[in-house]
C-alpha cells in the first residue's frame, strides 16, 4: 500500500512526464480540457393523449371495427350555463350517472370547473383554470414525489430510447394506468398463458 508521499510523488512525476511531452510537440500553452459535447437530442418525447380526455366510450363500433366515441363538448357543449353543479359523485343527473369516487376526500368541484356550456376545464388547488387534456398539471400539485419520479422516468413506463440522439420516447400519460375519480390498482388476478397446442403437457413441468 503506498503512503501520502508516494501517492505525491506519483502525481508529480506524471505531471512532469505530461508537461515534457507536450513540450515535445511545440506547445507553448498548457492543454485544457473540456467536458465532451453533448450528443443532440434528435427525438421527440411525446405523451400519449388517451382519448377519455376529450371523449367518452359509447360502446358500439364503426363499420371498421374501431370503437366509437362522442366527444365531452356533445352533451356538456349544450348544458344550461346556470344549472347547478354537482358537489358529490352522488349528485350527478344529467351526465356519468353511477361514477365512483374513491380519491382520498375530493370532491367534484376539488378538479373540476362547471362546463358553463362549453368544453369541460380542470382547476388547480390555486384556482388556475386548466384544459382536460392538461390533467398531469391537476395530477402533480397533489401528488409530486410521483411526478417527479414520472420526469425522470423512474415511474410511468415509455417506450422509444433514452438517448434521444438515437430516436424518440412514448411517454404514457397518468390516466393511461389511473382512473382518475378510483387511482388505486383495483384488485386483479395474473391471466394464465396462452396454452400452446404444439408443445406436449410433459414439457410444462
Known sequence: MLSV???RLVAAVTLAASTVWVAACGRDEPLTFAPA???SATGPIVVHEPPKL???ETGKLDAHGRELRVACVTCHGVRDAGAPFPEQA????EFHNGLV???GKLACPSCHLPSGGGEPRLRLADGTVLPTRDTMTLCAQCHGK???DYQRGVHGGMNGYW????GGRLRNHCVDCHDP???KYQPSRPVLPPRDRTIGEASHG
Open 37 to 39: 459535447p453533448a450528443a
Open 163 to 166: 438517448d434521444l440522439s438515437r
Open 101 to 103: 369516487v374513491d380519491h
Open 5 to 7: 508521499a508516494s501517492h
Open 54 to 56: 376529450t371523449s367518452i
Open 181 to 183: 375519480h378510483v387511482p
Open 146 to 148: 410521483k411526478h417527479s
Open 90 to 93: 352522488s349528485d350527478l343527473r
